[in-house]
């Protein structure tokens, strides 16, 4: 610890006799040879100065209140003197500069810079690598990327409003005018909107959590998601997987497209997930074929185990070759109409000219998407294996969660009759 002089003292000058405004200075003893100074921010006439009592002159009401302003600033350097000597901080010019700016609420260019809201989206990637979350270090490459796309939708709704926002701006208000901006003028979905609300108050927890000036407010401003009865699941059942497994299809590019959507469907993970896979993905024990999947987005490690005869022929002697994510979404399309999934379901499908999805009723194969095997493979199982066993492939933290993405509402009596059937077939076994 650095110990300096109990005689620590405060005292204030201006450096020019010149008959005008003069700056006020803050001298601050704390040792001997320890005397930092700088200006206060305060100004004064000279013939206004009191050169013996080292404080304006008691002459107007004026000066009388800059000498409080000066005298509360004694108490807060003071103050601020005896936390730096207790933390064994160095007592220099610098120091005086932020005890002073601190007690008149000032900021610096720098601190001015990392409170604007774009900066700070930004300072919240900078981090990224380093950031604890759920006792692991660094966020995810998926997390780190809606970052980077929220910074990007806030610099453009600034452009919009012609205004440069801080973190003391976020608050019921702004929440309003930025959710109008969303779903109104840039005719975003209510999903991904909402998306960008949870990133906005991610950003203030985070902020606040660091000692930045937040805007309490900000925690009135609620979140939301797309209704539960507008949402959209597009799924293929177990007869449409049948009858595209038996389309006789000459292409390549669709067999290959037709062995990742049998196998998509029989794992129940993402689709940037599922075309990443390699067969070093997969291993056979006994008759039973596992697949072991680290989740990009949740770094979560789950393992499903395929039981489709057909699927797994296609894994140990025919598997599929790497397609992006684009490709397979453009091409199962196209492998979906040749197989006449024609049925007409409501949907949400992209408008090339708009470039957003509009809902409507939409033949299926035109709305079939990589994510629809991850849907496929949840909603064909439900009820049929225990919704815990399905969460534990999923990757879904709780069973709520689950039951919104396959867009079902819980049914204890159903759970009891399944638990009835296991059971029975249980007792069966031991007898």
């Known amino acids: 610890m650095i110990l300096y002089s109990i005689m620590a003292k405060v005292s204030y000058k201006i450096r020019s006799k010149e008959n005008k405004v003069q700056p006020i200075y803050i001298y601050f003893s704390a040792a001997r040879g320890v005397t930092p100074s700088c200006k206060t921010g305060l100004v004064i006439q000279t013939d ?51 005890a002073v700016d601190s007690h008149f609420n000032r900021s610096t260019k720098e601190e001015q810079d990392r409170t604007t809201l774009v900066n700070y989206y930004q300072h919240m990637i900078d981090l990224a690598p380093t950031r604890t979350h759920q006792n692991k270090t660094g966020l995810s490459d998926s997390r780190i990327k809606g970052y980077k796309t929220a910074k990007t ?10 205004t440069t926002y801080t973190l003391n701006d976020v608050d019921v208000a702004f929440s309003n005018d930025f959710n109008y901006w969303l779903l109104q003028v840039k005719k975003y979905s209510a999903n991904y909107s909402g998306k960008q609300i949870d990133e906005l ?24 998601k797309e209704k539960e009865e507008n949402r959209f699941i597009v799924t293929l059942s177990l007869e449409e997987l049948k009858k595209i497994k038996e389309k006789e299809i000459i292409q390549p590019y669709l067999i290959n497209t037709r062995k990742w959507l049998l196998i998509g469907c029989e794992i129940g993970q993402r689709g940037g997930d599922l075309l990443e896979l390699t067969k070093d993905n997969f291993r056979k024990e006994g008759d039973l074929l596992f697949v072991d999947v680290t989740q990009q987005k949740t770094k979560k490690e789950v393992t499903a185990v395929i039981i489709n005869e057909d699927v797994k022929n296609i894994v140990l002697n025919d598997m599929p070759h790497h397609i992006s994510d684009t490709k397979f979404n453009k091409y ?40 629809s095997c991850r849907r496929s493979f949840a909603t064909n199982y439900y009820k049929k294996i225990p919704t815990a066993v399905l969460i534990e492939i999923t990757g879904h933290s709780k069973e709520s969660e689950f039951l919104s993405y396959i867009n079902k509402k819980r049914d204890k009596d159903d759970n009891a009759r399944l638990f009835v059937e296991y059971f029975k077939s249980a007792f069966k076994k031991l007898n």
Request: include cysteine; charge should be positive.
């Open 48 to 98: 206004n100065w009191s050169t013996v009592k080292k404080l304006p002159k008691n002459n107007d009401s004026q000066n009388k209140q800059i000498t409080q302003d000066l005298k509360r600033l004694d108490s807060h350097i003071i103050e601020c003197y005896n936390t730096a000597n207790s933390n064994g901080a160095t007592i220099n010019t610098e120091w005086l500069k932020k």
């Open 153 to 162: 939708v806030i610099e453009n709704f600034q452009k919009y409003k012609n």
């Open 201 to 224: 108050l991610a950003i203030c927890n985070f902020a606040e959590k660091n000692g930045e000036k937040v805007n309490p407010l900000f925690k009135h401003i609620d979140r939301y």
């Open 332 to 371: 199962v399309k196209i492998l979906c109409k040749e197989c006449e999934i024609n049925n007409v379901v409501e949907g949400n499908k992209m408008n090339p000219i708009t470039k957003r999805k509009e809902r409507g009723m939409y033949p299926k194969h035109e709305i079939i998407s990589s994510h």
